[in-house]
């Protein structure tokens, strides 16, 4: 049973039951006694529907929203053919700022036929429910490699007015943990508003081994989920709650984590945002991927990956670096180049993966290249289609990315912020200012990665 069909039922029970008293009243009265019993049914019915239904369902022909995803298949199959604003019968559909996207897609090696054949296939895709309070509808492409998420009007407009921002950011770092966001498209059906949906990667991709999951804001209230039975086959996003106790086992990755996340919490304060999430899940490395992971093969197809992560339009990508075992090279906050001693210039420390040497065209070039690498904060990479948000510790995959940051810090979030205070004195709850919400979002990650 549809979560619509539900409403329709109940909705009719209580006509049945209050019919009667309602004729009594005059037709204003009635009116206004309507509204607030249809807003009181779409709450308890929302609420209790939705928590029965967690998980991923296919929008198959019995599915609600099968009409809607199918035109946005079809249209989405039309743009990405033309690359421009299209019209097809019964929808209109433009894209923003194509070229832009075009270009970050580039920069993440998928490739224009990959996408369009993952967003265009026949197979159904995949509505995801979670237990986020979040009032947007998800989907996951058939091989759920992609999310695609309603947006409101105010959440583009201040995407695009701080595209750029977005896109400079990820230049300078382009091993970020923020979710990359690939495409922004509205669809227009005759008679229905305006939507407006984002297609970005999905962070848990590949997920066959994931079987946790975790929503982590930094702070405590509201911050629990009661966890999935055994065997339940539900999706459940935990919280910052259930994971007290834990911790992110990444050994000598542990400082790259930790400074990058400062970094990109620091570019969102300048943005004046807050309420955003680390996303979080694990999945354990077996003996196969550990044995791998140390091969020399491997280790050159990561620094290859890791060098050139941001320069795809590149047709001579630079000699492949030599990697011998972890040393601590890179970890070291300065490079002597020659005579001179170049600081590092980033705004941390620049910890990485330590690489024991780089050997470019020349003997000369290694230092630059070096530099270069430890300026923008990279990583070695491992060798996955999703790999800036995967990041391998001793035993276990981890799987990291920021996400949600359209939440602007404005005079309704201050007025919560007040109310909160007073409703939750001493305790550490969602809505504070930027600066307090990233100090805290990064104390979280400090205190619970080893």
């Not at 929203?65 to 199918?70: G, V």
């Not at 058939?142 to 998420?149: E, Q």
Request: some cysteine.
């Amino acid at each position: 049973m549809t979560f619509h069909t539900t409403l329709e039922l109940f909705q009719g029970k209580m006509d049945k039951r209050s019919g009667l008293r309602l004729c009594h009243f005059g037709t204003a009265r009635r009116r206004r006694w309507w509204g607030l019993r249809r807003r009181w049914i779409y709450i308890y019915i929302t609420f209790t529907f939705t928590w029965r239904m967690l998980g991923v369902f296919k929008t198959n022909q019995e599915h609600d929203l099968c009409s809607l995803t199918c035109l946005m298949k079809e249209g989405l199959h039309a743009v990405l053919q033309t690359s421009n604003n299209t019209t097809v019968p019964d929808l209109e559909m433009q894209t923003f700022a194509g070229p832009v996207f075009a270009g970050l897609r580039r920069s993440l090696d998928i490739t224009e036929e990959e996408y369009h054949r993952s967003l265009s296939s026949d197979g159904c895709y995949l509505q995801f429910i979670s237990n986020s309070k979040s009032k947007a509808d998800f989907f996951l492409t058939n091989d759920k490699r992609f999310f695609l998420k309603t947006q409101n009007t105010r959440e583009v407009k201040f995407f695009l007015s701080n595209l750029k921002a977005y896109m400079d950011h990820l230049e300078k770092y382009p091993h970020s943990l923020m979710v990359r966001f690939l495409g922004l498209y509205s669809i227009q059906i005759p008679n229905k508003t305006k939507k407006y949906f984002i297609v970005m990667q999905n962070v848990f991709y590949p997920d066959e081994r994931i079987n946790t999951r975790y929503d982590i804001k930094g702070c405590e209230v509201g911050r629990w989920t009661d966890p999935a039975s055994t065997g339940n086959p539900v999706t459940k996003i935990l919280k910052d709650n259930n994971f007290e106790g834990k911790h992110i086992i990444l050994d000598k990755q542990r400082s790259w984590l930790v400074d990058q996340v400062e970094i990109d919490s620091a570019f969102l304060r300048s943005l004046n945002v807050l309420d955003y999430s680390i996303l979080l899940a694990h999945q354990p490395l077996h003996q196969d991927e550990l044995d791998r992971k140390h091969s020399f093969s491997n280790l050159t197809m990561r620094t290859v990956k890791s060098m050139d992560q941001d320069s795809p339009a590149k047709e001579d990508p630079p000699t492949i670096p030599l990697l011998e075992g972890y040393s601590a090279r890179l970890a070291s906050d300065t490079i002597d180049n020659g005579s001179d001693h170049v600081q590092n210039t980033g705004e941390h420390s620049g910890h990485g993966i330590p690489l024991q040497e780089i050997n470019l065209h020349s003997v000369n070039c290694t230092d630059a290249e070096l530099l270069e690498f430890q300026a923008h904060h990279r990583r070695l990479l491992p060798n996955l289609k999703n790999s800036v948000h995967v990041i391998d510790g001793p035993k276990l995959r981890y799987f990291v990315g920021i996400v949600d940051f359209f939440t602007v810090y404005g005079v309704k979030k201050r007025q919560e912020n007040l109310w909160k205070s007073l409703r939750f004195p001493g305790r550490a709850f969602s809505t504070v200012s930027p600066a307090t919400y990233s100090q805290r979002f990064c104390q979280w990650v400090k205190d619970h990665t080893k």
